[in-house]
């Protein structure tokens, strides 16, 4: 019998962070698992603390990183900006903004690319494949 914890080797490993799993429902909803036929599929990993999200960086299995900034009570770019200061390699972040305007901050938290809330599907999976792209 199969595991269904078990996912394709091959397949790109997404962690989504937020403290709401409405939005963590959201970002997965309007990725699917295959966003562009060029990628690999994505599998998701849906995380709510930031202890959560070190954890499993710690264990080496993430390939790209999803942080919501209005997450509580750590928010994105917080740990966004101790992903680059303690994790080496560290995985791309797209960081998921409340308002376009705070784009300065994400600048300071040394995200990759972002993308605003609420969630918009086509600007998401857009954003989300260039960064993939430009880090594989």
């Known amino acids: ?20 799993s409405d939005t963590r429902a959201q970002v997965i909803g309007a990725l699917g698992r295959r966003p562009d036929p060029d990628l690999p599929e994505l599998s998701f990993i849906e995380v709510a603390t930031a202890p959560m999200v070190f954890a499993q960086l710690d264990a080496g299995v993430i390939d790209v990183v999803i942080l919501d900034g209005e997450a509580s009570p750590a928010g994105g770019m917080g740990v966004a900006k101790q992903m680059r200061d303690e994790i080496d390699p560290c995985p791309p972040i797209l960081l998921l903004l409340g308002r376009a305007d705070d784009r300065w901050l994400a600048d300071w938290s040394r995200a990759d690319a972002t993308a605003t809330l609420p969630v918009d599907p086509i600007a998401l ?12």
């Not at 091959?10 to 989504?16: K, Q």
């Open 125 to 136: 999976s857009t954003t989300l494949v260039d960064l993939l792209r430009r880090s594989h």
């Open 1 to 20: 019998m199969t595991d269904p914890q078990v996912q394709p080797t091959s397949a790109l490993r997404v962690l989504v962070y937020s403290d709401h």
